[in-house]
């Protein structure tokens, strides 16, 4: 009889057990689309807007707003990436273009993603872009270089105590092909 006992505590642990893991999964594989919808009703994202050119309001002659640009990649990602300019003084609500340099480094064609972030966060409500290099993958060929625009509108409504918003993007490797 004790054996049973013993078999049947077994049983139940090792399905406990597997139910835990499953749920571990599980919880690991929703994570990510949580974590979008938690920073998107928060607005804590460092995610940048996307706006149509006609949607542009009225540019702010009276306010200027410093933007800097930054470029970083993952150390997986042999490339060169870089802004052409380090800041700008821009407006608000009028349409300017920067564009950031990359090559790659690479005896292989690469495929990249860039993902934008704005800093202050809370200034990442008010920057959209119209054009950018950040919407599809980039592929680039052993050895290739280019130029990539970034078209970008500062919001009207950007508070005033924000004189200052730094554009990063980081370039992640996608996939690597050759």
Not at 17 to 26: I, N, R, S, Y
Not at 32 to 52: M, W
Not at 87 to 108: D, F, I, L, Q, T
Request: charged fraction near 20%.
């Amino acid at each position: 009889m004790p054996d049973l006992n013993i078999a049947a505590a077994n049983r139940k642990l090792v399905k406990r057990l597997t139910l835990t893991v499953v749920a571990m999964f599980g919880f690991g594989y929703a994570l990510v689309p949580l974590y979008d919808i938690l920073c998107e009703v928060t607005g804590f994202t460092g995610r940048t807007g996307v706006v149509a050119a006609q949607d542009v309001g009225e540019m702010d002659q009276n306010r200027v707003v410093k933007v800097e640009f930054l470029a970083s990649t993952s150390s997986n990602l042999n490339w060169e990436f870089r802004p052409l300019v380090k800041s700008m003084e821009v407006h608000p609500g009028g349409v300017y273009e920067v564009s950031y340099y990359a090559r790659n480094r690479s005896n292989a064609a690469t495929i990249g993603q860039a993902r934008p972030s704005v800093t202050p966060t809370k200034a990442s409500l008010y920057f959209s872009k119209t054009e950018c290099f950040c919407f599809t993958n980039q592929k680039f060929d052993a050895g290739e270089g280019r130029e990539m625009p970034v078209r970008f509108v500062v919001g009207e409504q950007l508070p005033g105590e924000i004189s200052t918003l730094t554009l990063s993007y980081q370039f992640f490797n996608v996939e690597s092909s050759g």
